[in-house]
T-cell receptor, first 110, second 117 residues
Framework: GQQVMQIPQYQHVQEGEDFTTYCNSS?????IQWYKQRPGGHPVFLIQ?????EVKKQKRLTFQFGEAKKNSSLHITATQTTDVGTYFC??????????FGSGTRLQVQP | DTGVSQDPRHKITKRGQNVTFRCDPI?????LYWYRQTLGQGPEFLTY????????KSRLLSDRFSAERPKGSFSTLEIQRTEQGDSAMYLC???????????????FGEGSWLTVV
């Protein structure tokens, strides 16, 4: 079945530093979604990527889908304390497998 | 409010009791999903429906768990004879479904927290 790995599991940064999380799939994806979950909250949809090599930006967030559609990344420029939370990739809604990545927990120190 | 709603938001129950959670999806979404999440983990897929048909069930879903979506709108997730290991947040989500690969974004409800004591 589909396996989705996310790295790192945890990252602690100083406010203003950049942050990147990576999502790697064992199989080719038809699409990928990114979600953010604040402590005590529920996953909130951020973006969907569909095309090979696609890059999308939302203010300080940059999302990328790999050329082979087997990996994706989320990069945050100049982190702020409001970026604190866990970032999840997945799932591929074009397939029967509906697996989320294990998430990357971001802690931002003021 | 046009988002996914779940009820109850919190439930404390004694081991061995049955519990039922309800989910009302976004009205135009024909897919409905149930996930379970424990602290520090990502959402684990349990099952999903397309309209009233239950299309897939995870092997995580033991015989004590049953989900229904009788009219293709709201859904219920019942856990019978609860165990302490069932303590988790149960997330419902919904999405539209189109044949093309884009647009089938999953939107989550706020979750139902279950504590089994």
């Amino acid at each position: 079945g589909q396996q989705v790995m996310q790295i790192p599991q945890y990252q602690h940064v100083q406010e203003g530093e950049d942050f990147t999380t990576y999502c790697n799939s064992s199989t080719t994806l038809s699409n990928i979604q990114w979600y953010k979950q604040r402590p005590g909250g529920h996953p909130v949809f951020l973006i969907q990527l569909v095309k090979s090599g696609e890059v999308k930006k939302q203010k300080r967030l940059t999302f990328q889908f790999g050329e082979a559609k087997k990996n994706s990344s989320l990069h945050i420029t100049a982190t702020q304390t409001t970026d604190v939370g866990t970032y999840f990739c997945g799932p591929d809604t074009g397939r029967r497998a509906l697996t989320f990545g294990s998430g990357t927990r971001l802690q931002v120190q003021p | 409010d046009t988002g996914v709603s779940q009820d109850p938001r919190h439930k404390i129950t004694k081991r061995g009791q049955n519990v039922t959670f309800r989910c009302d999806p976004i009205s135009e979404h024909n897919r409905l999903y149930w996930y379970r999440q424990t602290l520090g983990q990502g959402p684990e897929f349990l099952t999903y429906f397309q309209n009233e048909a239950q299309l897939e069930k995870s092997r995580l879903l033991s015989d004590r768990f049953s989900a229904e979506r009788p009219k293709g709108s709201f859904s219920t997730l019942e856990i019978q004879r609860t165990e302490q290991g069932d303590s988790a947040m149960y997330l419902c989500a919904s999405s539209p479904y189109r044949l093309r690969s884009s647009g089938n974004t999953i939107y989550f409800g706020e979750g139902s927290w279950l504590t089994v004591v």
